[in-house]
């Protein structure tokens, strides 16, 4: 045992891969007979994932889940920026052009509707819980966008670090929430094909939220959703710390 703890040790990252393979195979198993296929194996992977990360982080009072345990240490590289970065531009080589064109206008006009309305929403309730000035309901707002728009507005507007990592937080809700819940919400969203999916992706917003949420539906729908929501991102980090972030100055 010391022998193969000592091996695993050396080559983390090649664990952190076997290991991540094994909750596959077994969120698939619980998916088939536990779940008769009603809820995805991606879904599941990524609830047992939280769920270890949250054990490993409670018993080992790190801040980096279960790469804080030696072992395990590889999931600081395999679930870092880089890859998941990585991962999100590759899944625009598989977008088909023609599809992307079939959005047109609602396309657009759902990524706009997506980057103000949770902005909005994000804004009203940073008001309502007691956080008047313009620059935390900003950095606020910009969390319920996504976990990425949130500390770069708050950075780029001068926001306290407990209200960035409150955005932060936000975001981080928010992401799970498509994780989980798009699987369970896919047929009553029609979200079935390419158009569907790029519109769900102006929507939403959140591109980890979204590429595994559609991961959990259709795989072939990912690069679609993902890319817009890429899209959105940008336009997030462009319009919060800027349009947004000055339409509330005259007022609070």
Same mark, same amino acid.
């Given at each position: !045992?010391?022998?193969? !703890?000592?091996?695993?040790?050396?080559? +983390?990252?090649?664990?952190?891969?076997?290991?991540?393979?094994?909750?596959?195979?077994?969120?698939?198993?619980?998916?088939?007979?536990?779940? &008769?296929?009603?809820?995805?194996?991606?879904?599941?992977?990524? !609830?047992?994932?939280?769920?270890?990360?949250?054990?490993?982080? $409670?018993?080992?009072?790190?801040?980096?889940? #279960?790469?804080?345990?030696?072992?395990? =240490?590889?999931?600081?590289?395999?679930?870092?920026? %880089?890859?998941?970065?990585?991962?999100?531009?590759?899944?625009?080589?598989?977008?088909?052009?023609?599809?992307? &064109? &079939? =959005?047109?206008?609602?396309?657009?006009?759902?990524?706009?509707?997506?980057?103000?309305?949770?902005?909005?929403?994000?804004?009203?309730?940073?008001?309502? !819980?007691?956080?008047?000035?313009?620059?935390?309901?900003? $950095?606020?707002?910009?969390?319920?966008?996504?976990?990425?728009?949130?500390?770069? +507005?708050?950075?780029?507007? /001068?926001?306290?670090?407990?209200?960035?990592?409150?955005?932060?937080?936000?975001?981080?809700?928010?992401?799970?929430?498509?994780?989980?819940? $798009?699987?369970?919400?896919?047929?009553?969203?029609?979200?079935?094909?390419?158009?569907?999916?790029?519109?769900?992706?102006?929507?939403?917003? +959140?591109?980890?939220?979204?590429?595994?949420?559609?991961?959990?539906?259709? #795989? &072939?729908?990912?690069?679609?959703? =993902?890319?817009?929501?890429?899209?959105?991102?940008?336009? /997030?980090?462009?319009? =919060?710390? %800027?349009?947004?972030?000055?339409?509330?100055?005259?007022?609070?």
């Amino acid at each position: !045992m010391e022998t193969l !703890m000592g091996i695993l040790s050396k080559n +983390t990252l090649v664990t952190a891969l076997a290991v991540t393979g094994l909750m596959m195979f077994v969120s698939h198993l619980l998916s088939k007979y536990l779940t &008769r296929g009603k809820l995805q194996s991606s879904a599941i992977a990524i !609830m047992l994932g939280l769920i270890l990360a949250y054990i490993a982080g $409670t018993f080992t009072g790190g801040s980096k889940g #279960v790469a804080d345990v030696s072992v395990l =240490a590889g999931f600081a590289l395999l679930g870092g920026a %880089s890859i998941r970065d990585l991962a999100i531009a590759s899944t625009a080589f598989e977008v088909d052009v023609k599809e992307v &064109r &079939r =959005a047109g206008r609602i396309g657009i006009f759902a990524l706009l509707l997506g980057c103000i309305v949770p902005f909005a929403i994000g804004a009203a309730v940073a008001w309502l !819980m007691g956080y008047r000035d313009a620059a935390s309901m900003a $950095t606020i707002g910009a969390g319920a966008m996504t976990y990425i728009v949130g500390p770069i +507005t708050g950075t780029a507007v /001068g926001a306290p670090s407990e209200i960035i990592a409150l955005s932060i937080a936000i975001g981080l809700i928010k992401a799970v929430f498509f994780m989980v819940c $798009t699987p369970l919400l896919a047929k009553f969203m029609y979200l079935h094909s390419p158009r569907a999916a790029m519109i769900f992706g102006g929507l939403a917003g +959140t591109t980890s939220g979204v590429a595994a949420g559609l991961a959990a539906t259709d #795989v &072939r729908l990912v690069p679609y959703g =993902a890319l817009v929501a890429t899209f959105y991102t940008g336009l /997030g980090c462009l319009l =919060a710390p %800027s349009v947004f972030f000055l339409a509330l100055t005259p007022f609070f």
